[in-house]
């Protein structure tokens, strides 16, 4: 097999790389962006997972909120394989902490995810939709096939881009209501036995 034909195999066209590196970067960065507004509303949910000491809570916070930062301006600005490697490290380190705290039974705390204005308690649709963000992290790892860009990739960029954003929303969206509902249904069942 011609190393051409491997390389062209292990690569992803320019428009579909630029897309994922764009569309995580700006996921990492309003990510980053609803901690800084929300600090202290973030600071509890990272609490409410009880892998941290109270000791470095504040330090650990600070921590994740920078590493998101400089992953999604790295990832953004840059590119390449180390950021996209770096967002995909990031999303498995959050991945496992909703794991473990599932595993405890865990589900009515808040996921610290979706800023301090909307509560998304844990559940496997957190668990399912990191696995995805993880591929597309993996999958931006691939370098580009080498061919010129045009005006109409460009768009098409900026399409795929803001088509990811509202697949993201609604997602955000939907697995918080299912969290109400399950919040909701456990109430009304808790209530009937009462009864």
């Known amino acids: 097999m011609k190393a051409s034909m491997i390389t062209a195999w292990w690569s992803l066209d320019p428009v579909l790389r630029i897309a994922l ?3 995580l970067a700006l996921l990492l960065l309003s990510a980053a962006s609803h901690k800084l507004r929300g600090f202290r509303a973030f600071k509890a949910a990272l609490a409410g997972y009880d892998l941290v000491s109270d000791r470095w809570l504040t330090e650990v916070s600070r921590l994740v909120i920078g590493f998101e930062l400089v992953t ?3 990832l953004l600005l840059l590119g390449g394989f180390v950021p996209a490697l770096a967002v995909a490290a990031l999303l498995a380190m959050y991945t496992f902490a909703i794991a473990i705290n599932l595993r405890r039974g865990r589900r009515d705390i808040d996921c610290g995810c979706a800023g301090p204005a909307r509560h ?11 696995i995805l963000l993880i591929a597309a992290a993996l999958i931006a790892v691939l370098p580009a096939t080498p061919r010129s ?9 900026f399409a795929a881009v803001a088509m990811l954003a509202l697949l993201y929303s609604a997602a955000e969206t939907a697995l918080a209501n299912a969290g109400r509902l399950r919040s909701a249904d ?7 036995m009462e009864s």
Do not use: I, K
């Open 21 to 23: 590196h764009t569309g």
């Open 72 to 74: 999604g301006l790295s």
């Open 120 to 130: 998304v308690p844990l559940g496997p649709g957190l668990v399912g939709r990191n």
């Open 149 to 157: 860009l045009v005006w109409l990739d460009a768009v098409t960029v």
């Open 186 to 192: 456990h109430s009304l069942l808790t209530e009937a």
